[in-house]
């Protein structure tokens, strides 16, 4: 009984290390004194441990049914599975802050462990601004959302159970992906805020943040994708993106990043383009901070909105305005020191970078006034309105199309000047290819033709294609593939990867979103219809109990012609503790297509709603995020992020080569 | 102007054009896509638009649920406990639809009626859409949902 209560000590103990940490190292820095600059990296691993205990016992208090903590109690019950027990702990607000604030905390004990190469100031100054945004937090949860309340003397005896939407795997690692991509971002920022402190703004700065943010962004990229992923078989009834405003929330500091990473690229490896970058990694994080007061505070109607509480909004609120708003003073008073020597050419991969920058920012800049547009007009006391899907595509997809178009011109420029023609001409097969190729494709694929198909799929294979021009013209420049593999900078494999998957998700997209075959039906045990190139019988309900749960499970019975190809068992689930019905799809995945059957409602008589769908090439969707991920994780494993900061010199030398 | 300057300069002009033009064409896009939220009540006095798609939000009717025998076509009322709406909807409803829960309906309001598109029920027992909540706050009936949820 007692050890939610040293949880809950471990928090107020987090907080005040975190305060510490705040203070100490910038102290330290302003007077000078290396003793306290060096307190920095003890009091950030002493915060880890802190919220680690914190975070365990709170799990434990799932695992061992303690009621007593009114947490548990909302978010659990005795028939829950274990490993749903221990996902639960992020299954609502005070856990989700929970497991935040721990995360930034291991980001901080990463960086304290990983800086070595970083001169002590700096990373003493990074870890203080790391110390600050964590004081926010856990004052944010100690003050407004404790997870270590208790309901004493009389605690239930059976919890409310866990909300039956997140009892799937899903909630096991859709959360903590997107946080450690969101508060990843943190030290991005950080690294941002503590160089305009000491104004210190040569490409160490770039150097140093760099692998950060792509770490950052890569598990960014993971997350998203685990979410679409999660709706898509659990909540969606098949769609893979809303345009929520909570899926919005975490996109618009998705394109920052991405914006922030090719930026990052330019300032290291050419020193110019500084201020943006600066201004870029203090919006990344100012983004996500914004997405977690959406999705926090209830103002917009949501998926993920859990119950209001206007004072949990106004001091996330308040806390964005202090880190924005200090953080661009700071910006404003400083970022005018900030010299940036060199010039470029217009035709340059500098150029390519600057319009990929542009557009990324516009396309997050439109993101963010479509969400945050009914909170505008609430607040100036228009109408109530909505903004749905109609305006995101037709603002998104016309960007993300020119956006697309650029990627091919940027890998097979060079820094400075790229007028020479021999480097772009392979560009003009290319075209021709990726255009045939969307236009032959729907004979390929038996298909009826669509302009967004075509359009979609001449990009995808225009990206494609141009990444293998550049493969190519390396592994002549290396003498084999293998040499370059071993020798070339590993974030120029990461960057084709990315790209490749860019490229494969646009075929996704574009494959599901003209050419799903969807019906919803009225189905009986013994009817039969088509779906397809196959026909499928719905043979019978039968009710099965679950651990935490009643279902009515239909058995259906997919042909090939005569041929019985599978079987698959949908169900409608009633959990007993809250009696919320839930709809647990049946689907047969597959590399060019998904088999999509879910259960309505009852409609009498024994029939049921039925939807069935082909969804053409939707698991490209997914496959082409992780591979963008993956290859953010790649080009972190270069060497030089290894070496100390004496040989700063060699990164030049690898980028020379590789150009 | 040296030619840093000069490079400098146009690329801040065309970054501002481009913005301009973006900005410009987020805001035509949204006074054609936005979906303007109206009550039962505000429906029932006609207030409501019959060319473009609007919201509606309230609490389903209890017993007011009709299927139609033979096909996904399905009727309820959504009402303020001022004023009816009758809805109707033809596919699948969402899981969490059910008699006495706040619900959203985006669709097209014909004789007073509203065809639906979408019928959006929320994802939490504990969470009620603002938007129903904005409907029940004007009809002067917030104290029956709160009677409700607790």
């Known amino acids: 009984m007692i050890l939610p209560e040293i949880g809950h000590f471990a928090l107020v103990l987090a907080f005040a290390i975190a305060l510490c940490q705040a203070v100490f190292p910038i102290y330290g820095y302003y007077t000078q004194q290396e003793g306290f600059m060096a307190t920095a990296k003890p009091l950030a691993v002493m915060q880890g441990l802190a919220l680690a205990l914190s975070f365990g016992l709170l799990m434990y208090g799932f695992l061992s049914h303690d009621f007593s903590l009114k947490y548990v109690a909302d978010n659990s019950n005795l028939d829950l599975p274990w490993y749903f027990r221990m996902s639960a702990v992020w299954g609502a607000h005070e856990g989700s802050l929970l497991l935040w604030a721990l995360i930034l905390a291991l980001w901080g004990v990463a960086v304290s462990l990983l800086s070595r190469g970083i001169p002590e100031k700096m990373g003493s100054l990074v870890l203080s601004v790391m110390g600050m945004i964590a004081v926010g937090f856990l004052a944010f949860m100690l003050f407004t959302s404790n997870p270590f309340v208790r309901i004493l003397p009389f605690m239930p005896g059976n919890g409310a159970d866990l909300n039956p939407l997140l009892q799937d795997p899903g909630l096991i690692f859709h959360p903590p992906m997107l946080y450690m991509g969101y508060v990843g971002l943190s030290v991005a920022f950080s690294f941002a805020v503590a160089s305009l402190i000491s104004g210190e703004f040569d490409s160490s700065w770039a150097r140093w943040s760099r692998p950060w943010t792509v770490v950052a962004w890569a598990f960014l990229t993971i997350g998203i994708a685990l979410g679409s992923w999660w709706a898509y078989y659990e909540l969606g009834w098949g769609g893979w993106w809303f345009w929520d405003p909570v899926e919005n929330a975490s996109l618009i500091p998705w394109f920052i990043a991405t914006a922030l990473m090719h930026s990052l690229a330019v300032t290291e490896k050419q020193g110019l383009f500084r201020r943006w970058t600066l201004l870029l990694a203090i919006a990344a994080f100012s983004m996500s901070l914004l997405g977690t007061f959406l999705v926090r505070s209830g103002v917009l109607t949501s998926v993920h909105a859990f119950a209001n509480d206007p004072e949990r909004g106004v001091f996330i609120l308040g806390f964005l305005v202090v880190v924005v708003g200090g953080s661009l003073t700071l910006y404003a008073v400083r970022a005018s020191k900030v010299s940036t020597p060199g010039e470029f050419g217009w035709i340059s991969r500098e150029s390519f970078l600057l319009f990929n920058n542009l557009l990324l920012t516009v396309m997050a800049v439109s993101v963010l006034l479509g969400t945050l547009y009914p909170l505008l007009v609430d607040a100036l006391g228009g109408d109530k309105v909505s903004v749905g899907a109609p305006f995101f595509n037709a603002v998104f997809v016309p960007l993300a199309a020119i956006l697309v178009s650029g990627m091919a011109f940027g890998p097979l420029s060079v820094w400075r000047q790229s007028d020479d023609p021999k480097l772009f001409r392979p560009l003009i097969v290319t075209l021709i290819v990726s255009i045939l190729g969307g236009l032959l494709w729907p004979i390929i694929f038996e298909n009826e033709f669509a302009t967004g198909t075509a359009i979609g799929v001449s990009l995808a294979v225009w990206v494609a294609i141009a990444t293998q021009i550049d493969v190519f013209r390396k592994v002549r420049a290396y003498g084999s593939l293998k040499t370059l593999l071993a020798r070339v900078e590993r974030g120029i494999i990461g960057m084709w990867m990315a790209h490749l998957g860019v490229a494969f998700m646009i075929f996704g997209v574009v494959m599901v979103e003209n050419h799903t075959e969807h019906r919803d039906l009225r189905m009986g045990a013994g009817d039969t219809q088509v779906l397809g190139r196959y026909d499928v019988r719905m043979k019978g309900i039968e009710i099965i109990q679950g651990p935490n749960y009643m279902a009515d499970q239909a058995t259906f019975e997919i042909y090939e012609g005569e041929h019985l190809y599978k079987t698959v068992y949908p169900q409608k689930r009633r959990y007993n503790a809250s009696s919320m019905v839930m709809t647990e799809a049946a689907i047969d995945s597959g590399f060019t297509r998904d088999l999509y059957i879910a259960m309505g409602e009852p409609l009498g008589g024994g029939d049921w709603a039925i939807r069935l769908s082909v969804k053409p090439f939707v698991n490209w969707i997914w496959g082409g995020a992780f591979l963008m991920g993956f290859g953010g994780f790649v080009s972190i494993t270069d060497q030089r992020y290894r070496r100390r900061a004496k040989k700063s010199g060699a990164s030049a030398e690898a980028g020379g080569a590789a150009a | ?150």
Not at chain 2, 14 to 34: E, W
Not at chain 2, 107 to 114: A, H, K
Not at chain 2, 124 to 149: C, F, H, I, W
Request: avoid cysteine.
């Open chain 2, 1 to 150: 102007m040296n030619p840093k300057r000069k490079q400098r300069l146009l690329i801040i002009l065309g970054l501002v054009a481009a913005l301009g033009v973006a900005v410009g064409l987020v805001l035509y896009a949204l006074s054609q896509n936005i979906n303007l939220f109206f009550t039962p009540t505000q429906i029932a006095d006609n207030q409501a638009p019959d060319s473009r798609i609007i919201r509606l939000g309230g609490m389903v009717a209890e017993g007011s649920v009709e299927r139609d025998p033979e096909s996904l076509e399905v009727s309820f009322e959504v009402t303020d406990f001022q004023n009816q709406v009758r809805v109707t909807y033809t596919g699948i409803l969402p899981d969490l639809f059910r008699e006495g829960q706040g619900v959203v309906v985006q669709g097209r309001v014909l004789n007073r009626q509203l065809q639906a598109t979408e019928v959006l029920a929320k994802h939490d027992e504990n969470y009620m859409p603002p938007e129903v909540t904005e409907a029940l706050r004007q009809s002067g009936q917030l104290d029956k949902l709160k009677g409700m949820t607790q």
